[in-house]
């Protein structure tokens, strides 16, 4: 089965730093990495997602890369802000087997 | 939309009591999944449904797990006998296919004393 390794497990950057988030994955056949994103007593939230045929993807602070070749993908978060403190985890799926492996979270602690 | 709604929030039972965890997944979703996060394994995939029907239930730990789901809009996770290793947030996530982002619940949060 797929197997969705993650690093750092914590993170602690200076406010306004960028913070970067590294996945590899097993399964060559997998074609959808979603980030999620977790606060203290809640469930995880969808922040973006890459699937395969795409390399990167933005979305104003938050921006996802691919490398296929490679299996890896990685979140880069820019000008980070407290509230950007939270658990993020990584995951991925194929056609194959729908549902998600997730990778094993990073602390992300933002310092003002 | 008021999203993937899980109860109870919380849940404290004896040993060997059975739990029920009820899940109502978002209207149009066609694909519903269990997860188990604990702080030692992380998030789990215990069981998912595809059009109400069991796709894959390999993560269910033993029989004492068992799910169901009736109909479109509820499913169940059910522990009989509960055991303290049991103890853990229990989410429930549905979404409207592969390659589309899922919606989590808020979890239920299991102790088993």
């Known amino acids: 089965g797929e197997n969705v390794e993650q690093h750092p497990s914590t993170l602690s950057v200076q406010e306004g730093d960028s913070a970067v988030i590294k996945c590899t994955y097993s399964d060559s056949a997998s074609n959808y990495f979603p980030w999620y994103k977790q606060e203290l007593g809640k469930g995880p939230q969808l922040i973006i997602d890459?699937?395969?045929?795409?390399g990167e993807k933005k979305d104003q602070r938050i921006a996802v890369t691919l490398n296929k070749t490679a299996k890896h993908f990685s979140l880069h978060i820019t000008e980070t802000q407290p509230e950007d403190s939270a658990v993020y985890f990584c995951a991925a799926s194929s056609t194959g087997r729908r549902a998600l492996t997730f990778g094993s979270g990073t602390r992300l602690q933002v310092q003002p | 939309d008021a999203g993937v709604i899980q109860s109870p929030r919380h849940e404290v039972t004896e040993m060997g009591q059975e739990v029920t965890l009820r899940c109502k997944p978002i209207?149009?979703?066609?694909?519903l999944f269990w997860y188990r996060q604990t702080m030692m394994r992380g998030l789990e995939l215990l069981i998912y449904f595809n059009n109400n029907v069991p796709i894959d239930d390999s993560g269910m730990p033993e029989d004492r797990f068992s799910a169901k789901m009736p109909n479109a809009s509820f499913s169940t996770l059910k522990i009989q006998p509960s055991e303290p290793r049991d103890s853990a947030v229990y989410f429930c996530?549905?979404?409207?296919?592969?390659?589309?982002?899922?919606?989590f619940g808020s979890g239920t949060r299991l102790t088993v004393v």
């Open positions: 209207s149009g979703h066609n694909s």
């Open positions: 996530a549905s979404t409207r296919g592969q390659n589309y982002g899922y919606t």
């Open positions: 890459i699937r395969s045929n795409v």
